[in-house]
């Protein structure tokens, strides 16, 4: 359960959020817990919204995001975001299973996109006190500067989610996968 209390419907919103949830539904079918619950402050919501739908229209492919989103996941411990993306690169971005584990380890089975989430699981892991062989070997992959900035926005925002959900303890809305536990 929550630690506040979530809209349990667009209607239940403050004002000001239920047309961004309403948008949230025409995009992807419905307004999932995250959503709603981020929804209690309009301009958080606003604020998540524009952020992911401008990434949305970056250079990165969105099985790359999925990717990325998976390693940040399972570094920084959150079982919605796990759950969440799990799901959603396993039915949008047709990610295989063994794909999806070794995203959780912060590695890819493609060549170009475990560049990218190697880079993206020591830009988490170290705050973004990542090496130049960390830095190079990113380029040398060929990714552009503008797709390394966009991996670092992207582990941001979904550092920003992992945050949230550990914070205000979001209730889990997709099949529930939980993160292998630090040692």
Same mark, same amino acid.
């Given at each position: 359960?929550?630690?506040?209390?979530?809209?349990?419907?667009?209607?239940?919103?403050?004002?000001? @959020?239920?047309?961004?949830?309403?948008?949230?539904?025409?995009?992807?079918?419905? +307004?999932?817990?995250?959503?709603?619950?981020?929804?209690? @402050?309009?301009? +958080?919501?606003?604020?998540?919204?524009?952020?992911?739908?401008?990434?949305?229209?970056?250079? $990165?492919?969105?099985?790359?995001?999925?990717?990325?989103?998976? =390693?940040?996941? *399972?570094?920084?411990?959150?079982?919605?975001? $796990?759950?969440?993306?799990? !799901?959603?690169?396993?039915?949008? +971005?047709?990610?295989?299973?063994?794909?999806?584990?070794?995203?959780? @380890?912060?590695? @890819? %089975?493609?060549?170009?996109?475990?560049? +990218?989430?190697?880079?993206?699981?020591?830009?988490?892991?170290?705050?973004?006190?990542?090496?130049?062989?960390?830095?190079?070997?990113?380029?040398?992959?060929?990714?552009?500067?503008?797709?390394?900035? *966009?991996?670092?926005?992207?582990? =941001?925002? %979904?550092?920003?989610? %992992?945050?949230?959900?550990?914070? !205000?303890?979001?209730?889990?809305?997709?099949?529930?996968?939980?993160?292998?536990?630090? =040692?």
């Amino acid at each position: 359960m929550p630690r506040i209390p979530q809209p349990a419907t667009i209607a239940d919103a403050p004002i000001a @959020s239920q047309p961004l949830l309403e948008a949230v539904v025409k995009q992807i079918g419905s +307004a999932p817990n995250l959503f709603r619950l981020v929804a209690t @402050s309009p301009q +958080a919501l606003e604020g998540y919204l524009a952020l992911s739908g401008a990434l949305a229209k970056g250079a $990165l492919p969105a099985a790359t995001r999925e990717r990325i989103a998976l =390693a940040v996941a *399972e570094i920084n411990q959150c079982d919605y975001c $796990l759950s969440a993306h799990s !799901f959603l690169g396993k039915n949008v +971005a047709r990610l295989d299973d063994a794909e999806i584990a070794a995203n959780r @380890s912060g590695a @890819s %089975n493609d060549p170009k996109a475990d560049a +990218a989430v190697r880079f993206a699981a020591r830009v988490a892991e170290s705050r973004g006190h990542v090496t130049d062989a960390e830095f190079s070997a990113v380029k040398l992959a060929g990714y552009t500067d503008a797709q390394i900035i *966009e991996i670092v926005q992207h582990v =941001a925002l %979904n550092t920003w989610t %992992n945050t949230f959900n550990s914070v !205000f303890q979001t209730e889990i809305d997709f099949p529930v996968v939980t993160g292998r536990k630090a =040692a």
